[in-house]
């Protein structure tokens, strides 16, 4: 009888501990994928080591495409350690994976594919017929469908900041179909007699214009009618009119200028006016419009809330109880679900009061979650609030409009500060002589900039750009005056991410007594780098309002009137870069007081719940025909 050991026989100890080892030997490896993670990913290790990624649909690599996404479960480190460190066919089913990754919009999968490419040109052939680099400047077509083509990088790993690594971009390549190697080498022209229309990086400017040739306009006092989305496409809000009464209007453009759809919304109230003010969209490519609906006894805050197609998801009409007077939203903001909106209340209580400034915070489907309203201590003014942002990281709400104050005859910039649960954290008045901040503001790198407009006599008004720390402390703050002295208005500002250049829309009275659109560039403190202004060939009239940056673009929304005494709405996608600068304005630092003279109360909103319905718009469109844009 043989003799067993611990009830098994010596054959049996033999073969599991070379079992042991052999699972040991195999498993080592997954040890050591990126220490100081928790694990590895098992579906990631099934499709490389024992499916050697033989489908990229089971189930196993349809998972792990689609964690490293997400960068979820490691699966991204699993993979990454297998490209590297694995056998020579665990590395060749790793990056099939992550090519699948990076081809599906995964940052991950695009960084390794590129970063090996900038460090090793050998690398570069990850389609297995041509290098990443040919790729780059390749035609969007059927053809190269499904390989890692330029659109592909531009969308999924250059928008996240990293150099580019194509080694030659003309202007042949940049236009007409090749635009996106223009995006990645920076070029900012393109080369013969004009860009054609599908080059998405060549600047346009276009007039719109409705069937009936009434109104078509934003609003003059306020930026906050342009969005854009993650692809850059541009979203505008205002009012067309037939002729008898105003609607909301709603475009959405392609980066080449082209209408994507076009809608315009009215309230059951038909013989009333309703107008878009404000617009958002968020990551899911919902939009957001608020503005006024008038009904038979009074003006009321209008919400909408549309699909990415442009059609109504739901609207409504806010007021406070048993209110009878003039509310508007002049500003919407959306993070995380929720909206939020700033504009003006009647203020019934208080007679002499007028307006005040309200903020609204709404859940997805409409719902108040919570609601303020802010007046002067000195009853005998009204407020404004013109524009709202919200921190990404904190959620933290900052408005920014203006007070008036009847008694002493000027207006004061207003900048409140509201926390995400409701609570105000600040709420103050900057004044010099007439200031107004028109809703212009933007938060970079833990400080606020804000654009607005300020009296300054013996010369008319001059445009003014403030910096304040999101303790409401001025940073530094200057006016803009252009050189024939006319009145100058800063509507929108935008900061450059990686520089902290600073650009500032507006409009500025020329010699002739009418309004250019104007646009200043400055650094980070102020002192100026360019300006421009522009005049449309009928020298009617035109106004820089709205604006958003997006890569070397920059995207403005306003209006120029068409030479029939009528507005066309306005759309402008320039260069940052300018060629050359007119060299109108000229900077100085002004003296500033602050004031801190606010109350608060609830205004009670209640949802009169109209009924809204769409149509289609039906504009046409026209160059303004500016000079020297470029």
Request: glycine share 10%.
């Amino acid at each position: 009888m043989k003799k067993r050991f611990s009830g098994f026989s010596l054959a049996e100890v033999l073969l599991s501990l070379m079992l042991v080892s052999i699972i040991f030997v195999m498993t080592l490896p997954l040890m050591l994928v990126k220490k100081g993670h928790k694990g590895i990913d098992l579906s990631t290790v099934t499709c490389v080591v024992t499916e050697q990624a033989g489908d990229p649909e089971s189930d196993a690599c349809s998972s792990s495409i689609e964690r490293c996404k997400q960068d979820q479960n490691n699966a991204c480190d699993t993979l990454l350690y297998y490209a590297e460190e694995g056998s020579v066919d665990e590395k060749t089913a790793a990056r099939s994976i992550l090519k699948e990754v990076c081809d599906e919009g995964g940052k991950r999968g695009c960084e390794y594919f590129a970063n090996r490419c900038k460090d090793d040109n050998s690398t570069c052939d990850i389609a297995g017929d041509n290098d990443l680099r040919y790729y780059l400047n390749l035609p969007v077509d059927t053809i190269n469908s499904g390989k890692l083509k330029i659109i592909d990088i531009a969308q999924n790993f250059y928008n996240y900041g990293y150099s580019n690594i194509t080694d030659q971009v003309d202007s042949y390549t940049c236009c007409p179909d090749l635009y996106t190697a223009c995006i990645i080498k920076g070029i900012t022209s393109c080369g013969g007699g004009g860009p054609p229309p599908t080059c998405t990086t060549c600047p346009w400017a276009l007039r719109f214009d409705s069937p009936n040739h009434k109104n078509d306009e934003t609003d003059n006092y306020v930026g906050s009618s342009i969005a854009l989305d993650g692809s850059g496409n541009i979203y505008v809000t205002g009012s067309t009119n037939n002729g008898t009464v105003s609607s909301i209007l709603v475009m959405k453009l392609l980066t080449d200028g082209n209408i994507a759809w076009q809608k315009k919304y009215h309230s059951s109230d038909t013989t009333k006016n309703d107008r878009g003010y404000g617009i958002a969209v968020d990551p899911g490519g919902n939009v957001y419009v608020t503005g006024e609906s008038t009904s038979a006894s009074n003006t009321d805050i209008a919400v909408l809330k549309l699909n990415p197609n442009g059609n109504l998801m739901w609207g409504k009409r806010l007021k406070p109880t048993a209110s009878t007077g003039t509310d508007k939203g002049w500003a919407i903001a959306v993070q995380n679900g929720n909206i939020h909106i700033t504009g003006i209340t009647d203020n019934y209580e208080v007679a002499d009061a007028i307006y005040d400034i309200f903020v609204v915070k709404l859940n997805s489907t409409g719902g108040v979650i919570w609601e303020k309203r802010y007046n002067s201590s000195n009853t005998n003014s009204f407020e404004r609030g013109y524009g709202i942002i919200v921190d990404k990281d904190y959620e933290d709400v900052y408005v920014a409009g203006y007070s008036f104050d009847n008694d002493a005859g000027y207006n004061n910039a207003a900048l409140i500060k509201i926390n995400a649960a409701g609570t105000g954290q600040w709420a103050k008045r900057y004044s010099s002589d007439a200031d107004v901040a028109r809703g212009g503001m933007v938060l970079y790198y833990g400080n606020l900039y804000l654009t607005g407009s300020k009296g300054d006599w013996p010369n008319a008004t001059s445009i003014t750009v403030m910096k304040i720390g999101t303790d409401s402390a001025v940073i530094w703050r200057k006016k803009y005056d252009a050189s024939n002295h006319g009145d100058d208005y800063g509507i929108d500002i935008t900061v450059e991410e990686h520089t902290g250049y600073i650009y500032v829309s507006g409009h500025s009275i020329n010699a002739a007594g009418n309004d250019d659109a104007a646009i200043l560039k400055m650094d980070n403190d102020g002192n100026m780098v360019w300006d421009k202004r522009f005049d449309a060939t009928n020298h009617e009239g035109d106004m820089f309002q709205g604006m958003k940056a997006h890569r070397d673009m920059l995207n403005i929304v306003g209006y120029s009137n068409n030479g029939a005494n009528l507005k066309d709405l306005l759309v402008v996608r320039m260069n940052r870069s300018q060629t050359a600068s007119d060299n109108v304005f000229s900077s100085t630092t002004y003296a500033l007081t602050t004031q801190a003279p606010f109350t608060t109360t609830d205004p009670n909103f209640i949802d009169s719940a109209p009924s809204f319905t769409s149509s289609d718009l039906g504009f046409t469109t026209n160059s303004p025909g500016f000079p020297a844009f470029d």
